[in-house]
């Protein structure tokens, strides 16, 4: 048994993610803890939402809401969608709570120490009207290139051009609409990436494990152009984590909050500080997954995520461990993701475009969608959901494979023997080649699992299942019953045990159907099987079960094309 700590990237706080957020980080992550947690691993599973940040304010100001009221409902929305898809947290944190107010100051602190913060004075937009300094986003203006004028002080939302707040024509406050503005000068706080450069180069090249979409993207942030840049990690803003050397002011930092780049990955190890204290338990409790002078050197830490966060994971975030010079766990293992497009464009939060999580639990249960969504989960390219892919994927492995064996089988035994395992007949030829089949295929799925390849996973979780059918086909019990009712029992008694093997390898991709499986066959033995020969034997002569109802409905052709057209705009 080890010890695995697992996180899932954060999802930002302002609003409801989409299907590709959920494949790119938390729904892989919630597979692997769930693997691991069946093989008899510890495992502490993590993910918490990022709410710091000019985004937040924005939506909230949209919303009408006070940011910590806006913050603290979307986080409790989003925490409902997690428990509908099933995410299986131990726990799911708030960036912004107490234990992550401390742990960014403190390392703050403790990087100013040891001399890895520089003060840097900058010339920034100030607004005396709504006394503050504005971030670009919070200056409009028109655009000098195509007039429109609504255009912010970091981009043209209408001819998409890159700004900067400087560029505007009649530049005013998007606050209150001022055009009282100028420019001061205010100091602001930067890690300095680049004095570690050597330290974070060395412990990438330590990682020969990694995948190379995981290496060749930090080590092009490390060496082109300039190599690594120092980043600033303070704003002007109001909403955000104040900026503190650990417990102590920080002269000329007053009413500065930290960045939210430099907060947001500190909460996966506040995130274990608030799952102790929801637990009851003590500080030592999660320092033995995030100190290895606690105890972490044992723990095995796995982080998912999306590519665009690949940087911070391997470089920004492992610079304010290292440079801390404390002894915290740094990461083993990252597993990140490419995109997934919606019918031939791609997910858009902002734009609205695509399924977002509410409306998907609205129309189907949550493991179609963690089914198709994994088994297409986009590892070595982009892939793409369109309605007709998932209508196929879900009909054919979900209710025509799995579905349909269960389905055979149980009626066939309630028909001919009752609802009870059939006693008589040894393991007959094919049931001998069954056995075989799926040691083999067993050991597959175990390798894959352990190196996290979804898709290949979910390919031979798949074989798993078309291996039953086949045999049916091939043993055929309900002829075989006619002229020899002992074969016929031994046969079918395999194939009832093969539902609850079934339920337990099946349960990280489609938990609930799982979990039905189980009731249906009367038992709760879900001990992971070691040799396919003797999992097919826990369910002996006369134990009871009972014909499920249908695991999994086929999608319509009518169903199809009427999420095709309500899902084909954008969501208002
Ligand atoms: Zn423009």
Redesign the pocket.
């Known amino acids: 048994m080890s010890r695995i700590l697992i996180t899932s990237a954060l999802p930002y706080i302002n609003g409801i993610k989409h299907l590709g957020n959920l494949v790119g980080s938390q729904l892989p992550a919630d597979l692997y803890a769930r693997y691991c947690r069946a093989r008899g691993h510890e495992v502490l599973f993590l993910c918490a939402t990022d709410e710091h940040g000019t985004p937040a304010e924005l939506a909230a100001a949209k919303a009408a809401m006070p940011v910590d009221a806006y913050c603290a409902q979307m986080h409790r929305t989003q925490a409902k969608l997690a428990a509908g898809f099933r995410l299986s947290f131990d726990h799911f944190g708030r960036s912004s709570s107490p234990q992550n107010h401390r742990l960014t100051q403190y390392f703050a602190g403790r990087l100013a120490e040891n001399g890895f913060i520089s003060e840097v004075s900058e010339k920034m937009v100030y607004s005396p009207a709504d006394g503050r300094f504005l971030p670009d986003r919070y200056i409009e203006g028109t ?1 000098p ?2 007039g ?1 004028d609504k ?1 912010r002080g970091d981009q ?1 939302e ?2 998409t ?1 890159q700004l900067d707040p400087t560029d505007l024509l009649e530049p005013r406050s998007a606050i209150s609409g001022s055009t009282d503005l100028e420019v001061r000068e205010t100091k602001h706080l930067y890690l300095r990436q680049s004095k570690l450069k050597d330290e974070l180069d060395a412990w990438i090249d330590s990682k020969s494990n990694w995948p190379v979409l995981t290496t060749s993207i930090a080590k092009k942030w490390l060496h082109d152009g300039d190599g690594l840049q120092d980043r600033g990690i303070t704003r002007d803003l109001n909403w955000g984590i104040a900026v503190r050397k650990g417990e102590e002011d920080w002269p000329g930092m007053e009413g500065k909050v930290f960045y939210v780049w430099f907060d947001a990955p500190i909460e996966y190890i506040a995130c274990a500080a608030e799952w102790a204290e929801a637990q009851g338990k003590d500080e030592e409790d999660w320092w033995r997954w995030w100190r290895t002078d606690a105890g972490a050197e044992d723990v095995r830490y796995v982080q998912f995520m999306g590519k665009d966060n690949v940087p911070f994971h391997t470089l920004s975030f492992p610079s304010t461990l290292i440079g801390s010079r404390d002894p915290w766990k740094l990461v083993d293992y990252i597993k990140s993701f490419n995109y997934l497009n919606y019918d031939g464009g791609q997910f858009s939060t902002s734009q609205g475009r695509g399924i977002f999580q509410d409306q998907a639990l609205e129309i189907l249960p949550a493991d179609y969608w963690r089914w198709w969504l994994l088994s297409n989960a986009p590892e070595t390219s982009d892939s793409e959901f369109t309605w007709e892919k998932f209508q196929v994927g879900v009909n054919k492995d979900l209710a025509d494979v799995l579905g349909n064996f269960v389905s055979r089988v149980t009626k066939f035994c309630r028909s001919k023997f009752g609802e009870e395992i059939p006693a008589g007949g040894e393991v007959t030829p094919e049931g001998a080649k069954l056995i075989a089949d799926l040691d083999a295929r067993l050991a597959a799925y175990n390798g894959h699992m352990e190196a996290i390849e979804v898709r290949k996973a979910a390919a031979e979780l798949r074989a798993i299942w078309v291996a039953g059918n086949e045999f049916l086909q091939t043993a055929a019990p309900w002829t075989s019953f006619k002229t020899d009712p002992e074969r016929a029992a031994a046969d079918v008694r395999l194939a009832l045990n093969l539902i609850r093997v079934y339920a337990v390898v099946s349960a990280p991709f489609i938990p609930d159907a799982s979990a039905k499986l189980l009731e249906s066959m009367q038992t709760d033995v879900t001990d992971w099987p070691e040799s396919m020969g003797s999992a097919l034997e826990v369910l002996a002569p006369g134990h009871g079960f009972a014909v499920p109802d249908t695991l999994f409905a086929k999608i319509t052709d009518e169903q199809r094309e009427e999420w095709e057209s309500s899902f084909a705009g954008t969501r208002g």
Request: proline fraction near 0%; include cysteine.
């Open positions: 655009c290139n195509c429109y255009a043209c209408n001819c051009k």
